[in-house]
């Protein structure tokens, strides 16, 4: 998605990394309808670099006309990054066989007002026709769309769509025929001295979940944001520290809750909902560094194994969230976390904490004999950041016998 003020494709960095989870794997990384091809092979735990184009930013409100498509021979995870100069965002792209046709926007609000609340709809092998009921105002092929307006848009196979408004998106119901990807974030939004990209793959209502753990930033001393969003009547249950809240939410209604520094949250529900984690940016060891946006795994979603990759030039952590009595099991590349300091989240059998790892581009493998836990990938440096859910291994049950493909961001439409 665009990342910036400008609508320019300049200066982008945009990279995706993939990794084998087992040796001999084929991989094919592919641009729709232009020449770029790449083909190469992975064994288990390596990570290759993939450099895309610069031109794949899709950048203003339109229709974009090349998607990216990774194939692989055997499982791999993927993992997609968007850079720019202090702006850097991340999310874990996820296999086609999770994709699905009905969708809620989260996008984070904030300063600068010249800054894009957005999201992006792309399509599979299969056209389809996706139907927007919008909850902000926005202009599509000259046309202005009022909040609670329908926008209906025919995507080509590997096709995709992008909208952008200065005002509040969450909410907006995004409803396709056939199985899409939605990427979803703001172009650039302020934290201290720079404004930065957020994006996350988002999950369909299908995947959602009814119970959440949240921890939090072990490092902000002021709060992040939890976004939930419900799709129906949801009678919804939040615990923070000793304080607890009940909500009633509608179809589309998004909810901010606040996530304080050493108050991690817990969220009930009755039916599914889906909860994202918006870090406002802060101060680090007297280091400012910039907002991210990560996905939330609900508790039936867990996995006993992740992957998790580190970026150059970050501090990057890893932030677990598992059940107490299984906390000193849990390993980091087969090795005890030593130094890992646990704390309980009240009112629950769980616990939290927070581990360092290396920063150069391979696989760390955090793992847990017999019991599941939640893993999210975080990094900060200087006026910078970045935060999206872990590569979840699952078992081998649990996946398709077919290929996994994957689906990306599309191209600027000048570029055939």
């Not at 290759?48 to 692989?72: D, K, Y």
């Not at 940016?281 to 609900?298: M, N, R, T, W």
């Not at 704390?343 to 920063?359: D, N, Q």
């Not at 760390?364 to 970045?386: C, R």
């Amino acid at each position: 998605m665009q990342n910036g003020l400008q609508k320019s494709f300049e200066d982008g960095n945009f990279k995706l990394f993939v990794t084998g989870l087992k040796d001999s794997t084929s991989v094919t990384v592919a641009v729709y309808k232009t020449k770029f091809l790449r083909d190469f092979a992975v064994k288990r735990g390596e990570t290759v670099p993939v450099q895309l184009p610069s031109n794949i930013e899709m950048v203003g409100s339109n229709t974009f006309h090349s998607a990216v498509i990774v194939r692989a021979s055997h499982d791999v995870t993927v993992l997609s990054l968007s850079s720019k100069p202090n702006s850097v965002a991340t999310t874990v792209v996820y296999p086609r066989y999770l994709l699905g046709n009905t969708h809620y926007v989260v996008t984070p609000s904030g300063e600068p007002s010249k800054g894009f609340q957005e999201f992006s709809v792309v399509s599979s092998q299969d056209p389809t026709q996706v139907f927007i009921y919008v909850t902000g105002q926005v202009t599509f092929h000259g046309v202005t769309y009022g909040p609670g307006s329908k926008l209906v848009v025919s995507l080509e196979a590997y096709q995709a769509v992008q909208i952008q408004s200065h005002q509040d998106l969450s909410g907006t119901k995004v409803v396709s025929h056939k199985p899409v990807v939605v990427l979803s974030g703001h172009s650039c939004i302020w934290a201290h001295d720079n404004c930065q990209h957020v994006f996350e793959q988002l999950l369909p209502i299908r995947k959602w979940g009814k119970e959440f753990l949240v921890a939090p930033l072990p490092f902000q001393t002021n709060y992040d944001v939890a976004y939930v969003a419900a799709c129906q009547t949801t009678h919804l249950q939040i615990r923070s520290g000793t304080h607890h809240a009940k909500h009633q939410l509608q179809d589309g209604q998004v909810i901010a809750v606040e996530v304080r520094a050493q108050k991690p949250l817990y969220i009930s529900s009755n039916v599914g909902v889906q909860v994202l984690f918006y870090a406002t940016g802060g101060v680090k060891e007297g280091v400012p560094y910039d907002p991210f946006l990560s996905g939330v795994p609900a508790m039936f979603d867990y996995s006993k194994s992740y992957g998790i990759l580190g970026q150059e030039g970050f501090h990057n952590l890893g932030l677990i969230v598992a059940e107490s009595r299984t906390c000193q099991s849990i390993t980091l590349d087969k090795q005890p976390l030593h130094y890992a300091h646990w704390r309980v989240i009240p009112g629950t059998s769980y616990s939290w904490t927070e581990f360092f790892f290396s920063g150069h581009q391979a696989m760390h493998f955090v793992e847990h004999p017999k019991s599941t836990f939640s893993l999210l990938s975080i990094g900060v440096a200087p006026h910078n950041s970045y935060g999206s859910v872990a590569f979840a291994i699952h078992c081998k049950s649990c996946l398709p016998s077919s290929f996994p493909s994957f689906l990306l961001h599309a191209a600027h439409p000048e570029f055939p």
